[in-house]
């Protein structure tokens, strides 16, 4: 059975931080996971994430920042290849990024960028709804500065 990283990256589970999270006032004051994935990890090759963020109002500053963050714990990640942070609109981001396998992948759930999404009080401050991470197989990519 894959069960992917989803119970690493759900408050009260492997890693996840003992701090109750923040309400949500735009989801009538209730409090989200912080973070959601779906997909599954497949036969191994090229993989990679493409994860859906949006802003609560007020706090795309903090998505910049938390984007900048995420991108300094990936610069030391030798498994993780392009990473990509996109704005596309005031409130709603992205983030892309591929590995070259599925341990590629795993490490860097393990790693800083997957602590930064385990800090649920910090995803409900400036998070209007939970992350979404999409698991993601490339199928074709072009070569980069070949």
């Known amino acids: 059975m894959d069960t992917g990283i989803v119970d690493q990256m759900t408050p009260g589970t492997n890693g996840s931080s003992d701090a109750a999270p923040q309400r949500n006032e735009a989801d009538g004051g209730r409090p989200h996971r912080g973070v959601v ?18 802003a609560r109002p007020g706090k795309e500053t903090e998505v910049e920042q938390m984007l900048r963050d995420i991108l300094a714990c990936v610069e030391g990640e030798p498994a993780t290849g392009p990473w990509f942070g996109v704005r596309h609109s005031e409130t709603k981001f992205a983030i892309f990024e591929a590995f070259p396998n599925i341990a590629g992948r795993q490490a860097h759930v393990d ?24 698991k993601v197989d490339i199928l074709l990519s072009k070569k980069i500065f070949t």
């Open 37 to 54: 994935m779906t997909g599954n990890d497949g036969v191994d090759g090229p993989k990679a994430f493409y994860i859906e963020i949006e």
């Open 111 to 134: 790693g800083g960028g997957g602590d930064i999404f385990r800090d649920v009080q910090r995803m409900n401050a400036i998070l209007e709804r939970p992350a979404h991470v999409q």
